[in-house]
């Protein structure tokens, strides 16, 4: 707190209360936004808040975001007002609106669609209001409009360059209609339009409430002024820290055009003085499929991964100003280009960036330390409902919480909204069902999900669901991380593989994967899926017994990966009134075979470890834990490029933070 205040005493020319007053009526305006639209859009996929506001000044610069806004869009909020202010310089008018989704200018991806309304007073825009709703569907190949098999985004979607909705306050109906029509839920998609068109003009509406209350000269003052406070906090806090260089990498599963294979994601991050330098040079180039991510994107995930080791500074363009980024030569999966696809970037390059700086950081701020949290998931499934005679066109558009990395001095997070978007909320599955005709079967935390570690991961979920009334309809899943399973840090263990099992425990079942696009399904086929937990921090052998124990009676590590994955031997006395006891004895003993052994497991011949699993010798706990061997998980074929890689990050992240085997004692002659 006094650092704040002594912060606020230097360079304002507005008072210090008048200063705080209009800072936070910023904050408030734009969660008005928010409620405007929670109580006027049509689609339920917005219901659940993925969508976010934002308020920039005339130059585009962010000044301010909500409290409950998603990380991704927040930070790409202020490329796009900057995008619609050079379209259309000195042809903006009083009540014009305008729309744009292109991530080729700043964006995020096809279904995000934005809105920007330019607030005038005395005929000057003094300020734009913004407000990104994810739409259901925005048209390309599959319902959703998530096709993996996508190089270009011809296949994405429409691409809605900036372009005028309203024009000095009429609606331009034709260009609207044309936008929607090109949408699978047309009615949704324009009800979602007004919807947000609404909250920006309740933003212009509390903006020249303030200009009357204070002036013109005092608020558009603010604007700046809360960038610049924002601004001087951030190098405050970074002067502190130590300068120099450090690196690592994150991986996306696959490149499906060009075999098996990890790609990597390199991060380096250089402090100097006040100033934080990212270089992501080296990073892969782009991948035949959606997983790629543009300049908006990228930046948003550095900005997102760093903000979340200063959560107390408010977020604005002054945070910006803190941080460099040179992305490297374009044509890679973190600096792609038109036409290269890019909407499956959220679940492909964003969360490798966040993960990795939150790695860099941990070792920054040891306090703040987290491990590798669960990669973001969606499930698409859309056909005809036939429940209806008319058969409409339905989407069932879901997501699911999952584990966050274990943290230094505390477990991680169980079944929590992903950190590409914390605000983003589990859809209520009663409203699913009323709206498209899909069942859920199941969904619960899941058991030894979360990595083992000193502190345990968080756990994930699983989830399942039956299709019932139903004709063509198709499924499509944009996750990853079913090969680069979420890591543990400081000697902590990995979580467990994504992936979708259809029709699981059936003579038809299949396993298909974490990326998949327009798989046929119908009414009677059942599907499941977990959430990865997080990965675990600290080495499990560390991790007191008791509170192994205590996971055990809540549900979170069963009795055999308690003993497998953490040396503890726990004797279950009445499991449905969750009464158990420790070994110690045998935990000792275990513990002590464990050290021995394990450094061993990460060098046995992959084949034969894969054999093993194919005999059910091992499962698949086993194989990602102990012996760093990743499968295709459906036919239990080697992936030897992938496991060579996940090996070597397991001796990195695991092997190298434990402590050496003591040698027993000899008996003295």
Known sequence: MNELLASERRGYTLDPVTFEVLKNAFITIVDQMAEQILRTCHSFVIYARDFSSALCDANGDTIMQGSQDIAVHVGTLHTTCKSIIEAFAGDMHEGDVFAMNDPYLGGTHFNDVRIVRPIFHDGEVIAYALSNGHWADVGGSVPGSFDITAKEHFAEGL??????????????????????????????????????????????????RLVAKYGRSTVTTAFSEVQDYVERLTRQRIE??????????????????????????????????????????????????????????????????????????????????AIQIELGPPGTVVNAEWPVAVTGFCAGPYEKIMSSIFELWSGLMPERAIACCFNLEYLLVGGRDTRRPDRPIFMWYDWMVGGWGGRNGKDGSNATAPIFGVGLAVQPLEGQERLSPVVTTGHQILPDSGGPGRFRGGCGVEKGATLTDADGT????????????????????????????????????????????????????????????????????????????????????????????????VRELDPELARYELDLEQTEHERQRIRRERRGWLSEGPEQVAARYRAGELDVFDLVRQYGVILDWGTGELLPNTTRVFREMLQRRAVQHWEQPKEPAREAR
């Open 240 to 321: 502190r820290l130590p300068d120099g260089t450090w690196q690592t990498e994150d991986y996306i599963d696959s490149d499906p055009s060009a075999g098996e294979g990890l790609i990597p994601v390199k991060v380096k991050l250089t402090i100097e003085g006040d100033q934080v330098h990212y270089d992501l040079t080296g990073s892969h180039p782009v991948i035949g499929t959606f997983l790629n991510s543009c300049y908006g994107t990228t930046f948003s995930g550095v900005v997102a991964g760093t903000k979340t080791f200063f959560p107390d500074i408010p977020l604005n363009s002054g945070f910006y100003r």
């Open 474 to 569: 198709v499924m499509s899943y944009c996750c990853d991380r079913a090969r680069s399973v979420a890591w543990g840090m400081n000697g902590g263990l990995p979580s467990i593989p994504h992936g979708l099992w259809l029709n699981r425990g059936r003579p038809d079942g299949r396993f298909l994967g974490a990326v998949f696009s327009g798989v046929p399904i119908v009414s009677g086929d059942t599907f499941v899926r977990p959430s990865a937990g997080g990965g675990g921090y600290g080495d499990p052998l560390e991790r007191d017994p008791e509170a192994v124990l205590e996971d055990v009676v809540e549900g979170y590590v069963t009795v055999g990966r308690a003993l497998r994955d953490y040396g503890v031997a």
């Open 159 to 208: 691409r809605i360059t900036p372009v005028r909705i309203y024009d000095r306050g009429r609606y331009l109906g034709d260009v609207v209609r044309m936008i929607v029509s090109n949408t699978r839920a047309p009615s949704d998609a324009e009800g979602d339009l007004h919807s947000q068109v609404e909250a920006t003009r309740v933003a212009e509406r509390e903006i020249l």
